[in-house]
């Protein structure tokens, strides 16, 4: 699988999905779900504003690892596997 995290509500949230989708288009489809797609809007992927994504990667046996070509953004280790540890649990 791979992931990304995005900064929602001034909260982490991981967001898992199948290797057949692109993290550009995982981010790209997040963001019109956020914030709609019926205005004219600027990506700003690597923002710190709402919605920002910012780490992703692969999830292999409960674990974050690896980089997002697309995004150009790395995985954080540890601190998206705890990160999706604590989703997986809540």
């Given amino acids: 699988m ?3 995290v995005a ?3 001034n909260e982490e949230v991981v967001f898992v ?3 057949t989708v692109d993290h550009d288009r995982m981010a790209e489809a997040l963001e019109r779900i956020r914030f709609g797609g019926d205005r004219n809007w600027e990506r700003k992927l690597h923002s710190t ?7 992703a990667g692969f ?3 409960g674990t974050c690892h690896g980089n997002s070509e697309t995004l150009k953004l790395k995985s954080r280790g540890a ?3 705890k990160l999706l540890r604590v ?4």
């Fill in 79 to 81: 601190v998206d596997s």
């Fill in 49 to 55: 504003n709402e919605g920002a994504i910012i780490s």
């Fill in 17 to 19: 999905f199948p290797r």
């Fill in 59 to 61: 999830v292999d046996n």
């Fill in 87 to 90: 989703a997986l649990t809540s």
């Fill in 2 to 4: 791979k992931y990304i």
């Fill in 7 to 9: 900064k929602i509500d």
